[in-house]
Nanobody, 122 residues
Framework: QVQLVESGGGLVQAGGSLRLSCAAS????????MGWFRQAPGKEREFVAA????????YYAESVKGRFTISRDNAKNTVYLQMNSLEPEDTAVYYC???????????????WGQGTQVTVSS
């Protein structure tokens, strides 16, 4: 069992940056691949980025590639999402998730945080 808590969301102007954090407690997060997903109002939850257990591999949605960077610090049981060059289309609730496989399918992730709101104004 692992509990995930996201933080770092907020309101930012287009072109700005935010860094989201996901703190894990319970079973150590290094046992899991970690992912970030997002859900905008009226839309389905979509994959953003994922990182392997050791942090050596990562995978991004095309829409964020080159702008977002996922990383993890297993000593701190924390996963990060650095978001640069933010666009209004990035506005959503962002969720972190833990699972046994690094991929883009939400069904592959067992544990989820409660989400943090990111709003990008134009």
């Amino acid at each position: 069992q692992v509990q995930l808590v996201e933080s770092g969301g907020g309101l930012v102007q287009a072109g700005g940056s935010l860094r989201l954090s996901c703190a894990a407690s319970g079973r150590t997060s290094s046992s899991y691949a970690m992912g970030w997903f997002r859900q905008a109002p009226g839309k389905e939850r979509e994959f953003v980025a994922a990182i392997s257990r050791g942090g050596g591999s990562s995978y991004y949605a095309e829409s964020v590639k080159g702008r977002f960077t996922i990383s993890r610090d297993n000593a701190k049981n924390t996963v990060y999402l650095q978001m640069n060059s933010l666009e209004p289309e990035d506005t959503a609730v962002y969720y972190c998730a833990a699972g046994y496989a690094m991929n883009a399918r939400s069904s592959s992730y067992t544990y989820w945080g409660q989400g943090t709101q990111v709003t990008v104004s134009s």
